[in-house]
C-alpha cells in the first residue's frame, strides 16, 4: 500500500490521514524514486501487487499518474497495480480537463490494472454529504465506476460503517452497487470496513460494533448474490473478527501489507504476517490459498507440512470454502470446532 501524498483538497471529516495544502508541516510527498524503491521492497518480499493510495493533491491531475504507473511498469512489469478509485479519477480528470472516460483510458494505459473501490465510503447522499461534502455524490461515483468497467478495467467495491448512517442507508449502498452490478459485472469484490475514530473531524462519534459488522458481512453475502467474494477487513475490526467473517459469508481476507498510513493514523493498529493468517483460516475451518487480484489461486495451502517456513510477505492470502485445516495453539486465535 504506497501512500504517495497525504495532501488533499477534499477533507473527509472522517480522515485522519489528509492535509491541508497551505499545511507544510504535516503535508508530504514521495518522490518517484522512494515509491519505486518501495516497489523493488515488495518484490524482494514476495508482494504481487501495490496499491497506490493518497490524497487530492491539487496538482497531480492525470498526467502525474501516468507518469508513475508508467514507471512502475518499466521497472517492475509483475507487479499489478490495483490502485485509485472513482474520486481520484473525478479529481485528476478535474486538474487536467479531460472527461473522466480519457483520463481511465490513459492511466489504463500507463499501466493501472483495476482499481480499488476507494472513496465509495457511503454512497446515499444524506451520510455521504455529512461526512466527505466535497467529494463526488455517490451516483457519480457509481457513473465512473461503471465507465471503467465499461472499458474493461474491473475494480472492487467499498462500503465505511459507523459514521452515523442508518440501517435503511446501508442496505440502500448495497441496492446501489448492485444495480451496477447487474449492468457491468465489473465489481470483483465487496468490502465493507469500520470507521476509525481517532485524530479527525468526527472523533468520539459511535463506531460500528463488531455485530453490526458481522452482520452486514452476512447481509452483503445475501444481498449481493451478482458479487462473487466478500472480503473480511481485518486490518480495522482486529484479526479474531476477521476470521469470525468467514462464518459469516466472507470468502476472503485480504492482503498482508507491508506498509499502511490512512487507516493506522484514525487508530487501526492491527498487523500480521503470511504465517499468522494462514493459520487464521485453518482455524476457521477453511483452507488458505494465496490469490491474484483476479481470484486465480496462486499456491492453496491444503498440507500445513508443506507450508513456507520464513515470515516473507505473500500479499492476498483467501480463503477458500473447503473444510479442514490444524490449530496452532501458540497463537491465541479463535479455533475452529
Known amino acids: 500500500n504506497i501512500n504517495y501524498t497525504n495532501v488533499c483538497v477534499t477533507a473527509c471529516k472522517f480522515c485522519a490521514f489528509y492535509a491541508a495544502p497551505k499545511d507544510t508541516a504535516k503535508g508530504w510527498s514521495r518522490d518517484l524514486d522512494d515509491i519505486l524503491r518501495r516497489c523493488a521492497e515488495t518484490v524482494e518480499l514476495g508482494g504481487t501487487q501495490i496499491m497506490f493510495q493518497g490524497g487530492h493533491h491539487p496538482d497531480y491531475g492525470v498526467e502525474y499518474y501516468e507518469k508513475h504507473f508508467s514507471a512502475i511498469k518499466e521497472n517492475f512489469p509483475q507487479l499489478v497495480i490495483h490502485s485509485l478509485g472513482a474520486s481520484e479519477v473525478e479529481h485528476m480528470a478535474r486538474i487536467s480537463k479531460v472527461g473522466v472516460e480519457e483520463a481511465i483510458t490513459r492511466i489504463h494505459t500507463a499501466g493501472l490494472d483495476s482499481f480499488a473501490g476507494a472513496g465509495a465510503e457511503l454512497l446515499p447522499a444524506r451520510p455521504r454529504k455529512a461526512i466527505a461534502p466535497l467529494k463526488e455524490s455517490g451516483e457519480r461515483w457509481l457513473e465512473i465506476m461503471e465507465i471503467a468497467h465499461g472499458l474493461g478495467v474491473e475494480s472492487t467495491s467499498t462500503m465505511l460503517m459507523g459514521t ?18 447487474d449492468r457491468t459485472g ?3 469484490a465487496f468490502i465493507p470496513y469500520t470507521y476509525q475514530p481517532e485524530n479527525n473531524h468526527l472523533k468520539g462519534r459511535t463506531q460500528a460494533t463488531l455485530f453490526e459488522y458481522l452482520r452486514m458481512i452476512a447481509i452483503a453475502r445475501l444481498f449481493l448474490d451478482n458479487v462473487a467474494h466478500i472480503q473480511g477487513s481485518w486490518l480495522t475490526t482486529g484479526k479474531e473478527v476477521g476470521q469470525l467473517s468467514l462464518h459469516y459469508g466472507a470468502d476472503d481476507l485480504g492482503s498482508i501489507m507491508l506498509e499502511e498510513n490512512v487507516v493506522s493514523s484514525a487508530g487501526a493498529k492491527h498487523r500480521s504476517n ?12 477453511r483452507v488458505p490459498a494465496q490469490r491474484t487480484t483476479t481470484y486465480e489461486h496462486i499456491v492453496v495451502h491444503d498440507d500445513p507440512a508443506d507450508d513456507p517456513v520464513d515470515e516473507r510477505v505473500m500479499s492476498h492470502i483467501s480463503s477458500t470454502a473447503i473444510a479442514g485445516g490444524t490449530a496452532h495453539p501458540e497463537l491465541k486465535l479463535l479455533a475452529a470446532n
Request: glycine share 10%; aromatic share 4%; proline share 0%.
Open 164 to 181: 452515523g448512517e442508518t440501517n435503511a442507508e446501508r442496505i440502500e449502498h448495497l441496492r446501489m452497487i448492485r444495480d451496477v452490478q
Open 186 to 188: 465489473g465489481f470483483r
Open 274 to 285: 503470511r504465517m499468522e493468517i494462514i493459520d487464521l483460516i485453518r482455524k476457521a475451518g
